[in-house]
């Protein structure tokens, strides 16, 4: 199976697409401004401003803060789409509250950015979808994890 296998509970700014970047390349081809980075290249939170600076082309000023990420991505003139590719590899090497920061940026950016349209699609293959479901599940829970 691949597409949108359901955005976040009560979050439409985070998707999650279960299939390969191939699929999802032909799915956003017509969808306005798209920008790809790569969840290997995230690992950490500094790897994430630097893949996400290069992709976006931030100015050479951005400071590569939290605060300088979301003040770039509210600059955006038309909004966009931001795929991740390989997003299970995300914060691999990052304590939890990284995570729940960045998510945390990206709704302010998205109510900065609002009525453009604003969203974060994560990709995962099929194989490796679980560990992104539960990095995900791990997010909108604040970093609680559950049993297991």
Known sequence: MTGLAYPAPGDPLLQVWRGSAATLVDATADKGPVWWLRGARMRTRRGLMDEWAAAAQFPPYFGGT???????????????????????????????????????????????????????????????????????????????????
């Not at 950016?109 to 099929?126: D, M």
């Open 66 to 148: 939290w605060d300088a990420l979301r003040d770039a991505l509210a600059d955006l003139p038309e909004g966009g789409t931001f795929l991740i590719l390989d997003a299970e590899q995300l914060f691999q090497e990052a304590p939890p509250v990284d995570g729940i920061t960045w998510l945390a940026v990206l709704r302010a950016a998205a109510e900065e950015l609002a009525p453009k349209p604003f969203r974060v699609i994560l990709q995962a293959e099929p194989a490796r979808f679980r560990d992104l479901e539960q990095g995900v599940q791990v997010l909108l829970t604040g970093g609680a994890r559950g049993p297991g």
